[in-house]
């Protein structure tokens, strides 16, 4: 799936299932529908299945930011 396309499908306040793909020392990046995310302050271990809300989208910079469920 596009930017384009998780933009259509998705807004703020949506709850979304995806997969951490890394870690950083301030949160976990987060796969949804072939578009990252970031899940601050959150240490998921790499390759969980996580829920997470979608707390904000920037389509300007095609980054969005989750929290835990």
């Known amino acids: 799936m596009s930017w384009q396309d998780f933009l259509a499908r998705h807004r703020v306040g ?3 299932d995806g997969v951490v793909t890394a870690q950083a020392p301030f949160g976990s990046f987060v796969e949804s ?3 990252t995310g970031l899940a601050y302050q959150q240490s998921w271990p790499v390759g969980t299945r996580v829920t997470a809300r979608i ?5 300007e910079r095609q980054r969005f930011s989750l929290a835990a469920v």
């Open 33 to 35: 529908d072939g578009v």
């Open 14 to 16: 949506d709850v979304i």
């Open 55 to 59: 707390l904000d989208i920037d389509p």
